[in-house]
């Protein structure tokens, strides 16, 4: 069951799209003048290619059984076990600053970012932060299916 799923802001899909943009319009000249249109033809359409998917990515959250499944699409995916979660809140918001898509964000912290809203999950080996459109919701839902959990306290 997916729980959370969001893609960059348009903005920011703009911008990403007018910088490479821009690059491939120079790359394909400079590739003409240099007589090898061919080979930076090439180039400029895996950069395009590439560009594509980032621009698509989508970054979610799903509850499958027992584990939490964390997914920015396509480009990674990883479970959590439940038992495993140690504590659940909200984070402060993300931005361009922070980057998009898998990030490795410090000793011990990885992200899987979208910008915006977004939820801390707290592992025994790790800790996540997960871009997300409403993270009250997401973080009351885990704390639902983790209610076994001993750092979840009834109230």
């Not at 299916?145 to 009834?154: F, K, T």
């Amino acid at each position: 069951m997916v729980i959370s799923e969001v893609r960059l802001a348009r903005r920011s899909r703009v911008l990403i799209w007018v910088i490479v943009s821009a690059s491939v319009i120079v790359l394909v000249v400079s590739a003409l003048v240099s007589g090898i249109f061919l080979p930076g033809l090439l180039m400029a359409a895996g950069i395009v290619a590439f560009t594509w998917a980032i621009v698509r990515m989508t970054v979610s959250i799903a509850i499958a059984g027992e584990k939490i499944v964390l997914r920015c699409a396509p480009f990674y995916s990883t479970e959590v076990s439940i038992s495993d979660v140690l504590a659940v809140a909200t984070a402060e918001d993300t931005s361009l600053s922070d980057g998009y898509g898998f990030r490795v964000m410090g000793q011990g912290t990885r992200g899987l970012l979208a910008g915006g809203p977004a939820v801390a999950l707290e592992t025994k080996t790790r800790r996540w932060i997960v871009s997300t459109a409403h993270p009250e919701e997401v973080v009351s839902t885990i704390q639902d299916q983790s209610a076994g959990n001993p750092w979840h306290e009834e109230p």
